[in-house]
């Protein structure tokens, strides 16, 4: 079974600052890894998506790569802002018929 | 439509009531999924739709939860005699195919068991 993890659980930093998001998987045959943020009572909301045969996805101040391989990926948040608050999961599907989500990590950006 | 659309948004029934959840994918997308989130807890996989195809029902906690998916579009997530630990808020996604495509989530439904 695909087990995804995404550390850290909580992120603080100051308005301004880059950050990096980690999540990492199990089961290397996925058929693509996809970001999403989730605001507090909300539902999710798509950032990136990543195929298997990429390695990076840019959208704006968001960067995510892919390292299938490994197991791996990241999401480069640029210049963080207030409004980046919220709590961030990344997902895959493989060969079965559901998504795996990771834990998440809530951030939180300070003016 | 725009976006996946589920209704009601916000639901609260007494614990042995039956309760009906709707979702309205995007249209044109075949695939469709229903998660739950508890309080603090992470996403939980409920059942999956694809096309005309039998569902994925896998997920599903306990024999109170069925759901079906009409024509191919709408969706409903059925829950018989609710009890306390259904409450949560559950999220409704839909996308072009399985596997390899962007999907797209609802604004969820949040139930609550008094």
């Known amino acids: 079974k695909q087990e995804v993890t995404q550390i850290p659980a909580a992120l603080s930093v100051p308005e301004g600052e880059n950050l990096v998001l980690n999540c990492s998987f199990t089961?290397?045959?996925?058929?693509?890894l996809q970001w999403f943020r989730q605001d507090p009572g909300k539902g999710l909301t798509s950032l990136l998506l990543?195929?298997?045969?990429?390695r990076e996805q840019t959208s704006g101040r968001l960067n995510a790569s892919l390292d299938k391989s490994s197991g791996r990926s990241t999401l480069y948040i640029a210049a963080s802002q207030p409004g980046d608050s919220a709590t961030y999961l990344c997902?895959?599907?493989?060969?079965?018929?559901?998504?795996?989500f990771g834990t998440g990590t809530s951030l939180t950006v300070i003016p | 439509g725009a976006g996946v659309s589920q209704s009601p948004s916000n639901k609260v029934t007494e614990k042995g009531k039956d309760v009906e959840l709707r979702c309205d994918p995007i249209?044109?997308?075949?695939?469709l999924y229903w998660y739950r989130q508890s309080l603090g807890q992470g996403l939980e996989f409920l059942i999956y739709?694809?096309?005309?195809?039998?569902?994925?029902k896998s997920g599903l906690p306990s024999d109170r939860f069925s759901a079906e998916r009409t024509g191919g579009s709408v969706s409903t997530l059925t829950i018989q005699r609710t009890q306390q630990e259904d409450s949560a808020v559950y999220l409704c996604?839909?996308?072009?195919?399985?596997?390899?495509?962007?999907?797209?989530f609802g604004q969820g439904t949040r139930l609550t068991v008094v």
């Open positions: 089961d290397s045959a996925i058929y693509n």
């Open positions: 739709f694809q096309g005309n195809s039998a569902p994925d």
């Open positions: 990543i195929q298997s045969s990429q």
């Open positions: 997902a895959v599907p493989n060969t079965g018929n559901q998504f795996y």
């Open positions: 249209s044109g997308h075949t695939a």
């Open positions: 996604a839909s996308s072009l195919a399985r596997g390899n495509t962007e999907a797209f």
